[in-house]
């Protein structure tokens, strides 16, 4: 391109249009692929876990296989995030990054401090039964308080529903006892994170 | 000047895609020289022409962060930049409404 092309209003317009729209895909986070990732980790792992621990009398806990599935969808959750939210974030600095920095900071101080209370429960005296509704239904607390919060940060709302329906399914999963909080993981915990993946979608659609 | 005059500051095609790239940020935000570079696929030299027309017309705004000790230039859209690119786009609007009737 020459340095001062001239330019008819019509290219303009839709050189326009072809830059925002490029511009939008390369700087800002894909967040349907991070929502997918993660409602897929739920629904599999979570669902997985439910099914090893499915008829128990008493329960006893999750077998190792349902961990790991649950454990390797996690790790898989975990890279696409840090892939997608790096690609995008590469060369911005100022209030974004700052705020990001601290938001990202903030998912594994909740996850180890959940993990510790876990232990310390374990530790005096807590029976399967109990550890198995606070290890399914803990982490759908951080994830719904940190969803909500940050969603004020970045005037989300359908982050900020997603948080709020979170916190809903791990307080009524946690009733329907240990058993009955991992099949409200997989299909109602997992299940609301595809429903944002395909909100987001349609909501950018251009 | 009538209210559909595209502002000849804007009105090129490397400015257009380096101003509409910069109005993708959030206010209070800069983007690097080289992902800039990178996304709009031009020569530093072609991008540093540009960017200084731009910011001769007080449109983009330059800081130096300094990360890892080491200063990296990085810009902006100022408010006049995010405002004159507003006009232009309504003008640009203007005119194609006028030329289908």
Known sequence: MADDDLLGTRQAAELLQRTADHARQRLVVNQPLIYGAWGAAWLIGCGAMWLSVLGQHPFRGAAGWASAVLGAGIALAIVATAITTGRAARGIGGVSARQGMMYGLSWPAGFAALFTLVGAATHFGASPAVLGVLGAAGPLVVVGLIYMVAAGMWLDWIMFWLGGWELLVAAVGAWTGPVGVLLMDAVAGGGGFLAAAALVAWRNRS | ?101
Do not use: C, W
């Open chain 2, 1 to 101: 000047m009538s209210d559909a005059e595209l502002d000849p500051v804007i009105h090129a095609p490397v400015r257009l895609r380096i101003t509409v790239t910069l109005s993708t940020l959030r206010e209070g935000d800069y983007l690097s020289f080289s992902r800039l570079q990178q996304l709009l696929d031009l020569t530093p030299g072609n991008l540093i022409t540009h960017l200084r027309k731009l910011e001769e017309a007080g449109y983009v705004a330059s800081v130096k962060p300094v990360s890892d000790g080491q200063a990296r230039t990085a810009v902006y859209l100022t408010h006049a930049g995010r405002a004159a690119l507003e006009r232009y786009t309504a003008a640009l609007r203007q005119l194609l409404d006028q030329a289908t009737p």
